[in-house]
């Protein structure tokens, strides 16, 4: 799972009784943040009474009944929800919204918890907030607390008419009752409400280790799913192209990361700017954040391959430039992560990637 020294510090904060109310989980997209959020709510929701003394870490026993059902993601104190596409009834009832989100649970539970991210036209609907809010109101049904989690959280719309959702939502993460943890996740907190990042506490998660990754590759449900789309067969290459976040390996995204990349390099050596503007229009607006932060990994291991290629035929040149428009890469990623729209970044960056003609002889 990784995240060992981050797991420590939660779970010793639980033990003392000092772990927020209300937190927000936030690092790179497909670190795992989610999986954290849920092992971190298994902890929370145990029942074993040999590890409750007083300032002891608050780990998880994995044997009680809890902790199986927690596991099994079947708990009825352990809320999950995440982006799904618009419900056909926007005012469907808690009870409906539960039926929906167990269906999705399910079919991720099945899969391993091996899963994309969200497409573009999923999130998280008026009627998903309205029914969280009645969960929390509820009194826990087998452990002494409730655990509810909110994966992908800047995916949380905000709709005309919904006032007192949200209110009620934002009310809730200031004040929850007393036996709530509420556990927020997200890849882009820029994008989050300033009310609602306000009203939480922040703690970043780093990339994976080059091991944990390696750890998570050896699973064989992970293997057959990175096969099925194609990704390079090698372990080692794997684990170089994730960059400590192994999720952004799955499904089709990689291949698309790769084929926008290429296009933004392609169009930063034309000679005309209509080009570029039109690459860089290409990109999306703020709602594109995620996929666009994907691009940048891409474009830093299109212009590592070019810098190495330089070295090897002793282009001093060529290799300098592309060593520029990788450091100009990862100034582009800090600006995408802090809310810029991906079309400024985007116009911006293409000047850096323009490289000069490879040398002759």
């Not at 009680?64 to 009825?76: E, G, K, N, W």
């Not at 352990?78 to 919204?97: E, G, M, Q």
């Not at 306000?198 to 050896?218: C, H, K, N």
């Amino acid at each position: 799972m990784g995240h060992a020294v981050l797991r420590g510090r939660l779970t010793a904060a639980a033990g003392r009784g000092s772990l927020p109310s209300s937190v927000l989980l936030h690092g790179p997209r497909g670190i795992g943040k989610q999986r954290l959020a849920l092992w971190l709510g298994q902890a929370l929701l145990c029942t074993a009474t040999d590890r409750r003394a007083q300032g002891d870490a608050l780990s998880a026993c994995g044997a009680c009944v809890a902790c199986r059902y927690a596991a099994a993601l079947t708990h009825p104190d352990l809320r999950w929800i995440f982006p799904r596409p618009r419900s056909k009834d926007p005012d469907a009832n808690a009870a409906d919204v539960a039926r929906e989100y167990a269906d999705a649970i399910a079919e991720r539970v099945r899969n391993g918890l091996v899963y994309t991210s969200a497409d573009g036209t999923a999130a998280i609907y008026v009627a998903t907030i309205r029914a969280l809010v009645h969960d929390a109101a509820l009194t826990p049904a087998m452990s002494a607390r409730k655990v509810l989690v909110i994966g992908d959280a800047e995916r949380m719309v905000a709709q005309e008419g919904a006032d007192a959702a949200a209110n009620a939502f934002l009310k809730l993460l200031e004040e929850p009752p007393a036996d709530t943890t509420i556990i927020l996740t997200s890849s882009e907190p820029g994008a989050l409400l300033p009310t609602v990042r306000s009203r939480v506490a922040a703690i970043r998660v780093a990339p994976l280790s080059d091991d944990d990754v390696a750890e998570w590759l050896r699973h064989d449900r992970v293997r057959a799913t990175l096969d099925a789309a194609g990704v390079p067969e090698s372990d080692a290459e794997r684990v170089r192209l994730a960059h400590g976040a192994p999720g952004t390996l799955l499904g089709e995204s990689m291949a698309f990361a790769a084929e926008r990349a290429a296009a933004l390099v392609d169009a930063a050596q034309s000679a005309r700017s209509s080009a570029r503007y039109r690459i860089a229009l290409h990109q999306g607006a703020a709602k594109a954040r995620g996929s666009f932060s994907d691009v940048l990994d891409a474009v830093t291991d299109q212009m590592a391959a070019r810098a190495q290629a330089a070295v090897e035929q002793m282009d001093d040149r060529v290799a300098r430039a592309a060593c520029v428009a990788v450091a100009a890469v990862a100034d582009a990623k800090t600006r995408a992560d802090g809310n810029v729209n991906p079309q400024l970044v985007a116009t911006a960056l293409l000047r850096a990637l323009r490289m000069p003609a490879p040398s002759r002889g």
